[in-house]
């Protein structure tokens, strides 16, 4: 089993009959729509509430009963793979262009689990390109912006090298920042930015992390 498996299955094990769970999207949340799959075909009684057309495809095939984060009252439980977490469990997500339902979903959930493989766990944010998804209109005003700040921004490209489209039809500019010293201060100065929807900090939003490493799973409260 490999690590993303290994965390993906554990996390299944959190989900309890009853729950409204939101499905995150990913290589690792792959693995744990398809345990929830496994366990809803053996009677576990569950909704699911999907953060991307992908996942919700996924959950779809598996037989999860789904419903809109618009029709239900409250997520009991999010599980979500994430592509950086600091120390101090602050998280870059958005690597698969989804981070904007994701937080939605996030937000709205009573606990949110991420699970990792140890290699995304890091000292200090930023290694890893931080995802601003923006509507089209007005976005290269943005990439401009970002530029002059020395953020080297990147539209994120589709394999044909077109623009990549959002499921919820914005763009993604990737800052390569390298190092984040302040991220809480640097998500209020994105959050004030006309024309970007959501960027890519999750800040203070998870409850547990599972890390999957050479030595089995560890699971960080
Ligand atoms: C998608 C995400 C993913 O959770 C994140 O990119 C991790 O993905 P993977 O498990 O494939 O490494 O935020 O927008």
Redesign the pocket.
Known sequence: MNL?ELVGEKAAEYVKDGMVVGL??????YYMVEAIGRRVKEGLDIVGVTT?NRTKEQAEGLGIPLKSVDEVDRIDLTI????EISKDFQGI???????LF?KIVADNSDKVIWI?DDS?MVETLGAFPLPVEVIPYGSQQLFRTFEQKGYKPAFRKTESNEKLVTDAGHYIIDLHMEVIEEPHSLATWLDSLTGVVEH?LFLDSVNTVIVGGENGVEILE
């Open positions: 993303k995150g999207t990913g290589s690792t949340a991307s979500d793979g994430a592509d997500k958005g690597g698969g262009a989804a981070h994701e990792v995304k890519g």
